[in-house]
């Protein structure tokens, strides 16, 4: 493996947080968080946002909403 570098890394660093990278490059980028303090920082706070988004999205629009929606989508693929 080589060191990706900080642009690849940041580059990168969306799908590495989602594991949506092939295992090589995903091996690349934690070997160069492991020697890069300012990358390591960054991955930091993208798992801070990102938890916190996926927390946030737990909530669930309320039931008469659904509802209401679901209505109105059935009437204009009607018309």
Do not use: F, W
């Amino acid at each position: 493996m080589t060191d990706c570098g900080c642009d690849k890394a940041m580059q990168e660093l969306e799908e590495y947080l989602h594991n949506e990278l092939r295992s090589e490059d995903a091996a690349d980028i934690r070997e160069h968080m492991e020697n890069c303090v300012s990358c390591a920082g960054e991955h930091k706070v993208g798992i801070v946002l990102t938890d916190v988004v996926r927390r946030a999205c737990k909530d669930t629009a309320p039931e008469e909403l659904r509802e209401q929606v679901l209505l109105r989508l059935r009437t204009l693929q009607t018309h």
